[in-house]
């Protein structure tokens, strides 16, 4: 089982709160990935590090802000909260890329369930 | 970019049947095709890859089977039983982006539901 984990695991929430989520991962992996789950199941990446002081755009917009200040770390930081931001949030991690053989599988959190009422 | 089209998006088995999912992929440089499980309140977990120097792997009751002229690959799970019941997604990644350095993106499908009933 991936060392990655997620805090907290479900958060209601009222409109226009800032709330940060947390991800953390144990096994040194250098590149990170946040994920939102909408209800029809599809995975759209909204934010990726290579690795400590690097952070992209994914492919889905979001507003949702991320850091890197650590390896291990990759909090996701929603300065106001809306109800349209309600969704299930997914971090993962993946190996270095440095090794040859590596294509980077990527381990996946259990995820955070955001409600905003 | 890449783009991944999955299908079926719900399947529903009797136990000890066979399920078989099918994609296709865009992007011809495209290279290493996971498929990952992910069971109800859950993150999901890679259950078994294929990368496209090969044609078919095996894993006990799972096996994969890429087509890199077609641009498509399956995931078949034979003797299904009720605990294969979650959702399953594939997806696509070039091991290398433009730059000649790895990233690690991967690109989805839409999901499959598996259902197995006793």
């Known amino acids: 089982e991936a060392d990655i984990y997620q805090t907290p695991r479900y958060l209601v929430i009222g409109t226009g709160k800032k709330i940060t989520l947390e991800c953390s991962q144990t096994?040194?992996?250098?590149?990170m990935y946040w994920y939102q789950q909408d209800p029809g199941m599809e995975l759209h990446l909204i934010h990726y590090?290579?690795?400590?002081?690097?952070?992209e755009k994914g492919d889905l917009s979001s507003e949702s802000t991320v850091s890197r200040i650590r390896t291990e770390h990759f909090p996701l930081t929603l300065e106001s909260a809306r109800p349209s931001h309600t969704s299930q949030y997914l971090c993962?991690?993946?190996?270095?890329?440095?090794?040859?053989?590596?294509?980077?599988?990527?381990?996946f959190g259990p995820g955070t369930r955001l409600t905003v009422l | 970019g890449e783009n991944v089209e999955q299908h079926p998006s719900t399947l529903s088995v009797q136990e000890g049947d066979s399920a078989v999912i099918k994609c296709t992929y865009s992007d011809s440089a495209s290279n290493y095709f996971p498929w990952y499980k992910q069971e109800l309140g859950k993150g999901p977990q890679l259950i078994i890859d294929i990368r496209s120097n090969v044609g078919e792997k095996k894993d006990q009751r799972i096996a994969v089977t890429l087509n890199k002229t077609a641009k498509h690959f399956s995931l078949h799970i034979t003797e299904t039983q009720p605990e294969d019941s979650a959702v399953y997604f594939c997806?696509?990644?070039?091991?290398?982006?433009?730059?000649?350095?790895?990233?690690?993106?991967?690109?989805f499908g839409q999901g499959t539901i598996l259902t197995v009933h006793p």
């Open positions: 590090s290579y690795g400590v002081n690097s952070t």
């Open positions: 096994m040194g992996h250098d590149k």
């Open positions: 993962a991690s993946s190996e270095p890329s440095l090794r040859v053989t590596s294509y980077n599988e990527q381990f």
């Open positions: 997806a696509a990644k070039n091991r290398w982006d433009a730059g000649g350095t790895s990233y690690g993106k991967l690109t």
